[in-house]
């Protein structure tokens, strides 16, 4: 049987169009790897037939130390994607893999580092960022992914892709995808695109979804239950993570004695957008959303001039629905699985990885943490009542890079939390100040950057603001020196910032 199995793949090869490569034929996504921990890595590809496929781990590049090896028949049902969880692996160790069929007909080789055992003290080099559209026009991918070769030549030990990992309700595409078939081809559209394929092939990946995955600004309440279904299963099936009997993608992961990394999901439990109540329309017969409706209203004023509704009092009803705390973005069991993860947790640096920003800035709150004003304060008077220390938020979604502190509220007395939070992005979609300059007109980015860096009260103080490029951070971790240190840089590698963030970590 396998001795046919084997002569069947030679025969799709020689099937295959000419300007396919062989590899390219059998894995069209390539490979890729995630969720490592000390002693398993998920390894993933996909395949267009179902003939059985081998995955092997091994110490070398040759492949003559093999550490573990398995077989699985690609399933129809399943898109023909093969995930494997290798086990029984080494702490702290740089491994290889690859995909064969029948003992031959390899895939390209990919390579992971298991992350160290949790009382080691290591060194961590991570890469972030989020927002990728990998829609095809005419053919050709819109965007390039140029960002992530960047990254893959920064060598960090992880990649976190903080969300909108695919656009599957794409301005570019001629209708957004609503069936399971259709979002499984966006995937396949984004993992066509050879910068992200590099990316997957030889750095370790931790994916989690934000709403584009599913459709713009999505929450569960009033998001069809049947188009979150295929949603659901199309991203479990695309990205190499861990599946968990309940569905969840909330999840942890510790790099040695130094850092946790607490995944959120900030989607799948959420209450609806006070916007979406139209409540906080202004005025109500415009039918648009009041552009920062908790803004001073001496700050309002003073941008009247340049966006009108600023000259009009925010409805109260608004004000009444962001500060509900009826409303969550986490869901009880999310919020309860933070909150013991923090307190409990023993590593030097907690990383918090939002897909929306936790820090203030007022435009458009409704979507992010400020939009949820009630359990934002939760979560951050949680933190501070049980002195959990050295909490750092690294966030996307807004298609920016924003540096600043994580305050409880900006203008008033006492609002440092001591936290700080870092936002990058876009991988590959419209970076904030052409949204923002073709929303409410060109000048208006301009404005909006001084207003973020002027301190307060006059601004939000931030550190750093960049408003027009594609952008991730690198966040590098020295045990020794119990510091961390986040760079941004843009798609060339170069940072984009005065300075680095540096941070030292509390007693």
Request: a neutral charge; one cysteine or more.
């Amino acid at each position: 049987m396998r001795r046919l199995l084997g002569a069947v793949g030679v025969f799709l090869i020689a099937m295959a169009p000419p300007a396919l490569s062989q590899i390219d034929f059998l894995y069209p996504d390539g490979i890729a790897s995630g969720d490592v921990t000390p002693t398993t890595a998920v390894l993933w590809t996909r395949r267009q037939s179902e003939i059985p496929v081998t995955v092997e781990v091994a110490a070398d590049r040759t492949f003559s130390l093999p550490v573990f090896t398995a077989t699985v028949t690609p399933a129809a049902e399943r898109g023909g994607v093969v995930k494997f969880t290798a086990s029984g692996l080494t702490p702290a160790t740089h491994y290889f893999y690859r995909f064969t069929l029948d003992g031959t007909l390899a895939s390209e080789t990919g390579t992971f580092t298991t992350a160290p055992a949790e009382e080691a003290a290591a060194d961590l080099r991570l890469a972030f960022s989020g927002d990728a559209d990998g829609t095809h026009v005419g053919g050709r991918p819109v965007h390039s992914f140029v960002l992530l070769d960047a990254v893959a030549g920064d060598r960090p030990e992880l990649f976190v892709f903080l969300g909108d990992t695919v656009y599957a309700d794409s301005p570019l595409a001629p209708r957004p995808a609503s069936t399971l078939e259709q979002y499984r081809a966006k995937y396949r559209e984004s993992r066509s695109i050879p910068g992200l394929q590099r990316l997957l092939r030889t750095i370790p990946v931790v994916a989690i979804w934000d709403d584009h995955e599913v459709q713009n600004d999505f929450d569960r309440e009033t998001v069809s239950p049947a188009r979150f279904a295929v949603a659901h299963r199309a991203f479990v099936e695309a990205w190499p993570v861990g599946e968990q009997p309940d569905g969840r993608l909330y999840r942890s992961f510790r790099w040695g004695r130094e850092v946790e990394l607490f995944i959120l999901d900030l989607r799948s439990y959420r209450s609806r957008q006070a916007s979406k109540t139209r409540a906080c329309d202004n005025p109500p017969e415009d039918r648009v959303p009041d552009l920062a409706p908790t803004l001073s209203p001496a700050l309002r004023a003073r941008f009247a001039l340049l966006i009108g509704q600023f000259g009009r009092p925010v409805p109260p009803a608004c004000l009444t629905a962001l500060a509900d705390s009826g409303r969550t973005l986490l869901g009880p069991a999310q919020k309860l699985w933070l909150k013991e993860g923090l307190r409990r947790s023993e590593a030097t640096w907690k990383f918090v990885f939002s897909q929306v920003p936790m820090q203030e800035f007022f435009a458009l709150p409704y979507d992010r943490w400020e939009g949820y004003a009630a359990e934002r304060a939760e979560i951050l008077d949680f933190i501070r009542a049980n002195k959990i220390a050295n909490v750092v938020w690294l966030s996307a979604d807004t298609h920016a890079v924003l540096i600043n502190d994580v305050r409880f509220s900006t203008f008033a007395p006492s609002a440092e939390t001591g936290m700080k939070e870092v936002v990058v992005g876009p991988i590959a979609t419209t970076p904030f100040g052409a949204e923002v300059a073709e929303a409410v007109g060109p000048l208006v980015p301009a404005a909006f950057a001084a207003f973020l860096l002027a301190a307060p009260p006059r601004g939000l103080g931030a550190e750093c603001v960049v408003l027009d490029r594609f952008t991730y951070a690198m966040v590098e971790v020295r045990s020794q020196t119990r510091t961390v240190t986040i760079t941004p840089k843009d798609a060339a590698g170069r940072p984009v910032c005065r300075a680095p963030l540096m941070l030292r970590a509390a007693p």
